[in-house]
């Protein structure tokens, strides 16, 4: 009974945790680089200008469904020419920014 | 042959014996809040969850299928390391879906470089190296807890066994 009283502990826990995380306003106030998708595969296409712009949707380039701007990478490889993404691709979501 | 390295002091598989429930419960109890957290993120946010799948390679195909197999899945290992008798079989599990995870984002990894984070919450933050490693840190415990649990149950000590 012990352990399952922990077990319900662990559970409290991590519903509370992720209730504040997710339902939190969550604003993305950092600048991204910010590069055009491929339309069939999705894949980040090569750059001769890097676009490094903060995380707003109403500069978006490359809207996805459900209301999602994609396409903001948190890096780039490469050098003036021929800039690639890099790091973690970051969701945007328009609500974001009301 | 008893070995001890410090006189006074348990060798480490004394300790391992002698700490396994203890152990075992510190490993279901962490495994709990992580499926727990991670099913709840996606369902709280499902409709992220299922837009981060529909990019993935491989799984957008089934990604229907996938926004409400996984948490379901997450929250029967959590129910499963609950409940005394099973939590045998939610080590497992917990192990298998790890692993699975694992080498996914491993060979996605290796093969391609468009792979938007799919994980919720505090997690959302991490790069994906970070991602593998949180992952291997958590099959470690699912492991470890796996095998004092076994040892826990050969031996008959668990209260799930000895009594009603």
Redesign the interface.
Known sequence: MK??I???I??A???S???F???RPERKTGSYYWFA?DSF????LTTSTLIYQPADPYNCANW???G?C?GAF?SYTGSSGAY????????I?SSLYP | MSVRTIKGLPSLKEFITKKKNSIAEVCAFSLILLFVYAASSKLFRWHLFRFQLESYPWIRHFAGWVVWGVPALELAIAVLLISGKERLKGFYLSSVLLVVFTAYLLVMLRTQHHLPCSCGGVIQGMTWGQHIVFNLFFILFSITGGLCQRQQQASGSSIFFSSP
Not at chain 1, 41 to 44: E, K, V
């Open positions: 352990r399952k922990w077990g319900l662990a559970v826990l991590a519903l945790l992720s209730a995380t997710s339902f998708l595969s999705g894949m980040p996805g469904p459900y999602y994609v948190t690639e993404a890099a790091g973690v691709e970051v969701m979501h």
